[in-house]
């Protein structure tokens, strides 16, 4: 049972994340917000409204010219218990990579470079049951968010820059009792770290 249960964590946590990427059609169990038809519509509806819920980024990295497994250096991954290289999963429209850990562990990562940063998931914050803003090392703006209560695994989104957001998904070991939040944290602070200055 536990089993079958990490592995729906892990499938509805990757359908999550490209519902929110704005890329593709929701997977059955997720629910699309209301009047949400894909990535272009909320850019729109954004641009439309002019306003930025997110916390500003005063100090901007950039991420859309790394490739995603390039995203969390081999040694920052090491450091935090995964096995370099990342490897790319296999949904073409968001494009994460992987890297595993031991027992089950794997952190997932993505860099959403053409939408309005981490003003998009404050745009749906209210299909999350866990939603808490949080800052990074650094001062970076980021925000958990969950459709459950994080108990196997955790989502967090950080703010790169205004227009640019990383998204990490953290599924903790088997057996393991403490908050995958807190490792979806300290990856989401090595990859911003690792990211060449923004303009």
């Known amino acids: 049972m536990r089993h079958t249960t990490r592995i729906g964590a892990a499938v509805a946590g990757v359908a999550l994340l490209a519902v929110v ?3 593709g059609d929701a997977q059955p169990g997720q629910a699309r917000p209301a009047g949400e038809s894909g990535g272009s519509s909320a850019t729109s509806t954004s641009a439309a409204g002019g306003e930025r819920l997110a916390p500003p980024v005063s100090d901007p990295r950039d991420a859309s010219g790394v490739a995603p497994c390039d995203l969390l250096k081999p040694e920052a991954a090491t450091a935090l218990g995964f096995t370099p290289p ?6 073409p ?4 990579c992987q890297w595993r850990g031991p027992n089950g562990a794997s952190v997932s990562v993505f860099a959403d470079t053409r939408r309005e940063g981490l003003s998009e998931v ?3 914050k209210s299909r999350y049951k866990d939603f ?4 990074l ?3 970076h703006p980021a925000a958990y968010a969950n459709v459950s209560d994080p108990e196997i695994e955790c989502s ?3 703010g790169v820059a205004d227009s640019q957001a990383v998204v990490v998904r953290h599924l903790r070991p088997t057996g393991d009792r403490g908050n995958p939040c807190d490792k979806a944290k300290l990856v989401a602070e090595a990859v911003i770290a690792g ?3 923004g303009k």
């Not at 990342?86 to 949904?91: A, F, N, T």
Request: charged share 15%; aromatic share 10%; with cysteine.
């Open 93 to 96: 429209s968001f494009k994460p």
């Open 137 to 139: 090392a650094g001062g």
């Open 86 to 91: 990342g490897q790319p999963l296999s949904d």
């Open 156 to 158: 967090i989104f950080a």
């Open 21 to 23: 990427a704005g890329c």
């Open 122 to 124: 404050y745009k749906q």
């Open 132 to 135: 808490r803003p949080v800052t």
């Open 195 to 197: 990211l060449p200055a």
